[in-house]
Every structure is written in C-alpha cells, then in structure tokens.
C-alpha cells in the first residue's frame, strides 16, 4: 500500500515527504562523488572521505536531533531538515569551484549540513508514524512508510543516473536542493494532532537518557546489538562488493544496476506484505526469522565467485533486501510498542546513531582488511559479523514482553 486512505491526509503527507527525501538521497548517492571527482578535482581518497561525512552528524547529533523531535513543534523539525538539506545541496554546486586548497573542506562542510538535514528528517518522521496514525494500525503504517520510501528509491536512481549523465553533477545536486526545498513545504503543510501539545510537555519534563533505557530493557538491548553489528557487517560487504564484482566475478555495470532494481522490487514487495505478516506472527518473532535469513544471505555475495555469478547474485539481492526491510519494519514496531511516545524521537536516534557509528567503524576495517587480505577476506569478514549479530537475536520471541512493557511504561 503505498498511500493510506484518505482519513489519514497527515501520514500520506509525511510519507510524500519521505519520498522526497528519499530520491534526494539518490541523486546526492551520485551526483556529490561525480562533481568531486570531475568539477572539484579531487582524489578517491577525498572522495571517500566525503562519503563517510553523510554518516558523521548521525553520530554526533543524532541523540539532539532525537531530543528536538519529541520536544519541539514537529512541522518546524522536518521544515527546518528541509532547509537544511537544501542549502548544503545548494551549497556543494558552488564551493566546487573556490580555491583548489579549500575545495575538500568547503564540500565538506556542505556535505555535513545537506547529511544533518537529513538525518533530523528520517528521525522525526519515524517518531512522528504513531503520533499521527489515527484509523490504521501501527504495523500497517510503519510498512506503507518503508514501501513509499522503497518505491522512492527506484525512482530516484531511475533518475539520478540520466540527470547526472546529461546536465551534470552540478546540476544533480541542485535538483536535490529543489526537491530539499519543496520537502520542507510538504511538512510545514502536516496539521498537528490532538496528543501534540501533552506529548510534547511529557518529554520536557522527562529527562531520562536514551541510551539507558535501551541498554536496560532487554529486548531493546539486543535488538540495538544485532542491528549495529549487522550494519557493521554489511559496511564491510558493500565497501567491497563494486570491486570485487569488476574485478573477481566480471560482472558489468549494467548487470549490477538491474541487481539492484530486483532488489529493489524485492523490498517493495516486502513491505507491502510485512503488515499482513504481523497480523499472523509476533514482531519479535519476524525480527528474529528475518535478522537471521539476512545473516545467512549475505554470504551467497562471495559464493558468487563459484557458484553462477549472475543467479546467485540475483537471489542474494532478492532474498537479503526482502530480509532486512521486514526486519527493519518489525524493529520499528517493536521499538514503537516498547517506548513511551514521548520518548520515542531520542530512542530513534538511538538506533540511527548506534547504525551510522558501526557503519562507519565498519567502513574503516573493511579498507584495511582490502588493503592488508584482498577483496576476499574483506567480503568473507564482514559477512562473518553480520551473521554474529543475526545470531544475537536468537531466543529474542522467549524473552517476557509483558514484563519489559511494565518497565518502559514505569515513570521516572
């Protein structure tokens, strides 16, 4: 389902917003290491660095950006992202062309503003999913979010690779500082609900830290465990799957870009389902199941190298993006059912913040392991972490949910 009914305007527009920032996302994905690289002048190394900026203000900010989302007027949180993410797209199209020896720092600097636009953005529209659903169900909501921003996702790559290809980078990047611009006017747009105003006086009030609550509650600890170490795992993978795709299995580009689209499609269809999912197996229960078949799908990527390349890689792509949206969705709803909504913005960034941070980390250890072992080791390392944090979760269905719901409903 990709648009609520029509009792449900606020969410449907939430969701456009969503969707807006989603093809921004692949515009920048493209358009941002192409005008380093061709307009810019700089290095691949530079461009790495660069790259590894988008994940920087997750890391930093992301506990105060968890903090606006549950304490401040949620149409100017996402209004104020817009903007953000406007001017620091705006801003890459025209510090490419200052001094060469201030280049790398000046695009740093907007790529760190276009990366906390966003980020503020993802933190408070996940937040804001249960304060606004009024006729559908949590789960049914929190599935149609991640089918928008994946139909999104399509769309944005389907249009980012002729956009960059024909007008250029620069013109790349300031179509996703208009997109930037019209997201900010979509969420200024989304009325307030009824609870707004009490939810919003609970989280002044309540000064509980985040990351105590999750690290206290035993479901939530573990599911944080599992997901951080899986992305930790999946930086390493990706970090190296491009080379090792050229390089190892000679796969063509062209051959990669339709692997992405299966996977794609994949997590579309994914998430239309997830809600009826849930209405026949617990959320814990799906993430568990789906944690794990991402952990083992992850390693058909170097059975690749001697199974048939192109299959394999097809059903990787197929089994381990439908994976890890229902598990993602199911975390959410989890989350969701164990937090108070007033606290549910800061244990976002929780999850934001603990993802980027083993992304990075992971990032980092996947380029030595390429420089030190081969493209190989690499890939065999971070498929043996994800699969480490899958196996986190085994037992999670067994743990008392009722006894962790009286504690995260208990008051300061």
């Known amino acids: 389902m990709l648009l609520l009914p029509a009792s449900e305007r606020s969410l449907n527009k939430l969701f456009a917003g969503d969707a807006l920032g989603t093809v921004i996302d692949q515009l920048v994905l493209l358009a941002m290491p192409t005008l380093a690289l061709t307009v810019a002048g700089l290095g691949a190394a530079q461009v790495s660095v660069l790259t590894a900026s988008q994940w920087m203000p997750a890391v930093l900010l992301g506990n105060r950006f968890g903090a606006l989302a549950d304490a401040r007027d949620r149409r100017v949180v996402l209004g104020t992202a817009g903007l953000m993410s406007c001017a620091g797209a705006a801003a890459m199209a025209f510090v490419a062309q200052v001094d060469p020896s201030l280049r790398l720092a000046w695009l740093l600097a907007a790529s760190l503003l276009f990366a906390a636009g966003g980020t503020l953005h993802a933190v408070a529209s996940a937040a804001s999913v249960p304060r606004l659903a009024v006729d559908v169900a949590i789960p049914e909501a929190v599935s149609a979010q991640a089918c928008v921003r994946n139909v999104a996702r399509i769309a944005g790559l389907a249009l980012a690779g002729p956009a960059v290809q024909c007008l250029g980078a620069i013109s790349g990047v300031l179509a996703a500082a208009v997109f930037s611009l019209a997201k900010s006017f979509v969420a200024r747009s989304i009325p307030e609900s009824a609870s707004d105003e009490s939810v919003r006086k609970?989280?002044?009030?309540?000064?509980?830290?985040?990351?105590?609550?999750?690290?206290?509650?035993?479901?939530?600890?573990?599911?944080?465990?599992?997901?951080?170490?899986?992305?930790?795992?999946?930086?390493?993978?990706?970090?190296?799957?491009?080379?090792?795709?050229?390089?190892?299995?000679?796969?063509?580009?062209?051959?990669?870009?339709?692997?992405?689209?299966?996977?794609?499609?994949?997590?579309?269809?994914?998430?239309?389902?997830?809600?009826?999912?849930?209405?026949?197996?617990?959320?814990?229960?799906?993430?568990?199941?789906?944690?794990?078949?991402?952990?083992?799908?992850?390693?058909?990527?170097?059975?690749?190298?001697?199974?048939?390349?192109?299959?394999?890689?097809?059903?990787?792509?197929?089994?381990?993006?439908?994976?890890?949206?229902?598990?993602?969705?199911?975390?959410?709803?989890?989350?969701?059912?164990?937090?108070?909504?007033?606290?549910?913005?800061?244990?976002?960034?929780?999850?934001?913040?603990?993802?980027?941070?083993?992304?990075?980390?992971?990032?980092?250890?996947?380029?030595?392991?390429?420089?030190?072992?081969?493209?190989?080791?690499?890939?065999?390392?971070?498929?043996?972490?994800?699969?480490?944090?899958?196996?986190?979760?085994?037992?999670?269905?067994r743990t008392d949910e009722d006894a962790d719901l009286r504690e995260a409903a208990a008051t300061p």
Request: net charge positive; aromatic share 8%; with cysteine.
């Open 202 to 397: 609970m989280a002044m009030q309540d000064t509980r830290s985040a990351w105590r609550i999750s690290l206290t509650n035993r479901i939530l600890r573990r599911l944080l465990i599992a997901n951080a170490t899986m992305n930790a795992g999946g930086a390493m993978v990706v970090g190296a799957f491009f080379a090792f795709a050229y390089d190892v299995v000679r796969v063509s580009p062209f051959s990669v870009g339709v692997m992405l689209f299966v996977g794609g499609s994949s997590a579309i269809l994914a998430s239309r389902r997830t809600g009826r999912l849930m209405a026949r197996f617990p959320a814990r229960s799906l993430c568990t199941a789906t944690g794990l078949t991402a952990g083992a799908a992850v390693w058909l990527v170097p059975a690749s190298a001697w199974l048939p390349t192109l299959p394999t890689l097809f059903v990787y792509e197929a089994l381990f993006s439908a994976a890890a949206t229902v598990f993602a969705i199911s975390f959410a709803v989890v989350r969701q059912r164990l937090v108070p909504s007033h606290l549910l913005g800061k244990l976002v960034a929780v999850s934001s913040t603990s993802a980027a941070a083993a992304m990075v980390a992971g990032s980092l250890v996947g380029a030595l392991l390429i420089d030190r072992a081969g493209l190989l080791v690499a890939i065999c390392a971070g498929c043996a972490f994800s699969s480490a944090g899958a196996m986190s979760l085994i037992g999670l269905a």
